[in-house]
């Protein structure tokens, strides 16, 4: 079993639908759960950032952590064409300059 | 604005030469970067730690003497592929650690190298 399972998509959604993206993971020692976004050919833009169980809201963002069922979501509401990008998870276990895992990624397609 | 700054973005090189990729935290040190391999449609590889002022760590599988790694000052993390192969074509990425209000990681741009 992976450390960080993400469903690779693609994911097709139209304009303006809610999105909802998912991981799960093994490592009950995870602490500090990360969203990226990621353009064709660029580098990870980080999104959220949450630390242990909660949810957190930032603009369009809501980010959400399980840590009981070891399972983190993502949530993108009035999705645009502009978040056409694949979505990644990261986690790591204690401080900053701990390892982050991320999970394979998911290619959303937000359709006009 | 970006808070790592990678270069060169794109780079193709000759087999059998040596390429070197910068990594700098812009406004913040870092003392610890991380190094990434990403190859098309698949997530990012830890490939080294690399720490200020030591020596970094490698993961199982990441060859040393390939992938030269230099962390000489606060802000500057340096990977140079040595003997490049086209088989090391890939995107390479770095990225540090910047602590506001925990552990929150920022990537540079990455670098795309070609080896011809």
């Known amino acids: 079993q992976k450390e960080v399972e993400q469903d690779p998509g693609p994911l097709s959604v139209p304009e303006g639908a809610i999105v909802s993206l998912n991981c799960t993971y093994s490592?009950?020692?995870?602490?500090?759960f990360m969203w990226y976004r990621q353009y064709s050919r660029k580098g990870p833009e980080l999104l959220m950032y949450t630390y242990s169980s909660g949810n957190k809201e930032d603009g369009r963002f809501t980010a959400q952590v399980d840590k009981s069922s070891k399972y983190i979501s993502l949530f993108i509401r009035d999705s645009q064409p502009s978040d056409s990008a694949t979505y990644l998870c990261a986690m790591s276990e204690k401080t900053s300059y701990d390892k982050v895992i991320f999970g394979p990624g998911t290619s959303l397609s937000v359709i006009p | 604005g970006a808070v790592v700054s990678q270069h060169p973005s794109w780079v193709i090189c000759k087999s059998g030469t040596s390429v070197k990729i910068e990594c700098r935290s812009l406004d913040f040190q870092a003392t610890t970067m991380f190094w990434y391999r990403q190859f098309p449609k698949q997530s990012l590889m830890l490939m080294a730690t690399s720490n200020e002022g030591s020596k970094a760590t490698y993961e199982q599988g990441v060859e040393k003497d390939k992938f030269l790694i230099n962390h000489a000052s606060l802000t500057l993390s340096t990977l140079t592929v040595t003997s490049a192969h086209p088989e090391d074509s890939s995107f390479y990425i770095c990225?540090?650690?910047?602590?506001?209000?925990?552990?929150?990681?920022?990537f540079g741009e990455g670098s795309w190298l070609t080896v011809v």
């Open positions: 990225s540090a650690s910047r602590q506001v209000g925990g552990n929150t990681i920022y």
């Open positions: 490592n009950s020692a995870f602490q500090y």
